[in-house]
Antibody, heavy 111, light 112 residues
């Protein structure tokens, strides 16, 4: 059974960089596609982007200029960086391959 | 971007009765390889989403057979044959055919 465990800073100030990491257990990152999704409090789901088994990435144009998704195959982990955050980036962030999901991390951006 | 439109947005259902959620996409979700990457997710309050259905009609492991998906092209449906108490929450459709992947607004199922 595949399990995803994620972590990262939960409180940021405007203009700082959001950094989250997701560790994958029970599957290899060298297979499949791995995504980050976010959900503002009380709202719907937004796909941020994905990294594939060959390291190629796709990003949502709404965030593309500020987002980087990377992978560390030696640790079987993948990461999300979003720079220059604002209050609009406040959300629960999930890592997933859509069949399996991380537990979610609430990231709050506030001065 | 492909717009996913769900209806209804609120769905009160009596226990044991069937339920149906519609999801329509602004363009065909048939990929060049012939696959249609339409998923259905269920999210309970305070929990991560759980995928129920992938590729329109394939049930994920452990998903009860009272859940079924159907449709083609731009028009899709999730059906629950007999609603149980554990089915409350929000249901989302999501297309994974065209980047950026997009979700419907969500349908909140509650028990009458």
């Amino acid at each position: 059974q595949v399990q995803l465990q994620q972590w990262g800073a939960g409180l940021l100030k405007p203009s700082e960089t959001l950094s989250l990491t997701c560790a994958v257990y029970g599957a290899s990152l060298s297979s499949d596609y791995w995504s980050w999704i976010r959900q503002p409090p009380g709202k719907g789901l937004e796909w941020i982007g994905e990294i594939s088994h060959d390291g190629s990435t796709k990003y949502n144009p709404s965030l593309r200029s500020r987002v980087t998704i990377s992978v560390d195959t030696s640790k079987n982990q993948f990461s999300l960086n979003v720079n220059s955050v604002t209050a609009a980036d406040t959300a629960i962030y999930y890592c997933a391959d859509f069949r399996s999901w991380g537990q979610g991390t609430l990231v709050t951006v506030s001065s | 971007d492909v717009v996913m439109t769900q209806s209804p947005l609120s769905l009160p259902v009596t226990l044991g009765q069937p339920a149906s959620i519609s999801c329509r996409s602004s363009q065909s979700l048939v990929y060049t390889d012939g696959n249609t990457f339409l998923n259905w997710f269920h999210q309970r309050p305070g929990r991560s989403p759980r995928r129920l259905i992938y590729k329109v009609s394939k049930r994920d492991s452990g998903v009860p057979d009272r859940f079924s998906g159907s449709g083609s092209g731009t028009d899709f449906t999730l059906q629950i044959s007999r609603v149980e108490a554990e089915d409350v929450g929000v249901y989302y459709c999501m297309q994974g055919t065209w980047s950026p992947f997009t979700f419907g607004q969500g349908t909140k199922l509650e028990i009458k």
